[in-house]
């Protein structure tokens, strides 16, 4: 898990508030991808993106759902409009390749009140 | 859904090989076995991959079945910090990591 920086660790929102999760991945590593997972779950593959560019978004909700990564700075997923449904530990991983072994970080854990 | 089954709990003693079961009855012949572990509350920790032959790190063995619809992650000399939970997950070898994760094993190390 060494490396991959996401904060914060813990995060309450109120309904209908906008939530940023942020994460910085192992130096040199161009390749971030952001899970969800709910209590008791594996993870679910939310989207993938290399600097710049989203490559796949096939398991990020259509609506109030955005991620970047930009050419400098840490990726992002934004969640507006927070529902408690949205309730769940999010996680960030990255890759040097698109096929080598990911490093996690630690999680951001989204609770909405 | 995962394209993988594994038992939901399993339990060792402490100092005693873990043998972790995993079936993939469906794996094509590009995908390869990945495991990785959770320790409660923490971000998920890559083990060991590997494709049809037996692979071995610092931190386990893969066991896998030369019909390669099953195999066994093995950690031979289990500690308490190895509780958690261990996911095994087929992935192609070229994919854009949309790993498709199960409800994995708890093990759990008994002193």
């Known amino acids: 898990n060494a490396g991959v920086m996401q904060n914060p660790r813990h995060l309450v929102r109120r309904r209908g508030q906008e939530a940023r999760l942020r994460c910085s991945p192992v130096k040199g590593h161009s390749h971030v991808y952001w899970y969800r997972q709910l209590p008791e779950e594996g993870l679910k593959f939310m989207v993938y993106?290399?600097?710049?560019?989203?490559?796949?978004e096939s398991g990020m909700p259509k609506e109030r759902f955005s991620a970047e990564f930009p050419k400098e700075g840490p990726s992002i997923l934004r969640i507006q409009q927070v529902v408690r449904g949205d309730s769940a530990a999010y996680f960030c991983?990255?890759?040097?390749?698109?096929?080598?072994?990911?490093?996690f970080g630690q999680g951001t854990r989204l609770t909405v009140v | 859904d995962a394209k993988t089954t594994q038992p939901p709990s399993m339990d060792c003693a402490e100092g005693r090989a873990a043998n972790l079961p995993c079936n993939h009855s469906t794996i094509s012949g590009n995908e390869y076995v990945y495991w990785y572990r959770q320790i409660h509350s923490q971000g998920p920790q890559y083990i060991i991959h590997g494709l049809k032959n037996n692979e071995t790190n610092e931190m386990a063995s893969l066991i896998i079945t030369e019909d390669r619809k099953s195999s066994t992650l093995i950690l031979p000399h289990a500690t308490l910090r190895d509780t958690a939970v261990y996911y095994c997950i087929v992935r192609v070898e070229d994919s854009n990591y949309q790993l498709i994760w199960g409800a994995g094993t708890k093990l759990i190390i008994k002193p």
């Open positions: 991983a990255s890759s040097i390749h698109k096929n080598t072994e990911a490093f």
């Open positions: 993106l290399q600097k710049e560019n989203i490559i796949d």
